[in-house]
């Protein structure tokens, strides 16, 4: 196993029913790196299955896999970036 056997779930995060882009609720979101003074280019939501590839300190770069990512309800579907760690649940050989 190496680089690229990890992977996570997003959890911690409000469900669906309770999704507000504006204020942030229902969603992690993807930036451009790890910290919240970058932009945010995508979403990822309670239960989507994430591959993680690096960390920086407590920030994820992921790609989202499968989920609701899929059909993501602002941005892009599958997003890559960074997300917080607190809200990732990750197994296998992580980084």
Avoid: I
Wanted: glycine letters at 16%; charged letters at 10%.
């Amino acid at each position: 196993a190496g680089a690229g056997d990890c992977t996570g779930y997003v959890v911690g995060v409000r469900p669906l029913n309770q999704y507000n882009h504006a204020n942030g609720n229902g969603f992690l979101a993807v930036r451009t790196g790890p910290g919240t003074g970058y932009a945010q280019v995508g979403e990822v939501y309670a239960g989507d299955m994430l591959s993680v590839y690096d960390r920086r300190g407590n920030w994820y770069a992921v790609t989202c896999m499968q989920g609701v990512c899929a059909n993501p309800l602002w941005g892009p579907a599958y997003p890559s970036g960074w997300v917080y760690r607190k809200y990732v649940s990750a197994n296998g050989v992580c980084p």
